[in-house]
Nanobody
Framework: VRLVESGGGLVQPGGSLRLSCAASGFSFTTYVMSWYRQAPGKERELVAN????????KYADSVKGRFTISRDNAKNTVFLQMNNLKPEDTAVYYC??????????????WGQGTQVTVSS
């Protein structure tokens, strides 16, 4: 299993970023794919996930209406478009896969993550 996250950076409040996660080493289309984040001193939390066909999507209340998750099964990649970013979105963002919505992350090892910093 290999998960490689990219696209993070420093952005001002109200700005946008698009994260990508390139996956390999497992059957990508058999997993619900998810984005998680971990802020300093806090536990990792689920941000959003997308079903196997890219149709069903779920979001944490804190990002609903601002973030959009999508996937490209031909390229084994999952994306997170983040708009109207807030300082509280600052965290390291990771992707992982689940057997179903509500399930725990199943892929190991985790990737290195991508740092998102929202600050003026």
């Amino acid at each position: 299993v290999r998960l490689v996250e990219s696209g993070g950076g420093l952005v001002q409040p109200g700005g946008s970023l698009r994260l990508s996660c390139a996956a390999s080493g497992f059957s990508f289309t058999t997993y619900v794919m998810s984005w998680y984040r971990q802020a300093p001193g806090k536990e990792r939390e689920l941000v959003a996930n997308v079903g196997r066909l890219g149709v069903n999507k779920k979001y944490a209340d804190s990002v609903k209406g601002r973030f959009t998750i999508s996937r490209d099964n031909a390229k084994n990649t999952v994306f997170l478009q983040m708009n109207n970013l807030k300082p509280e979105d600052t965290a390291v963002y990771y992707c992982n896969g689940q057997n179903g919505f509500g399930d725990s992350p199943k892929l190991s090892p985790w990737g290195q993550g991508t740092q998102v910093t929202v600050s003026s």
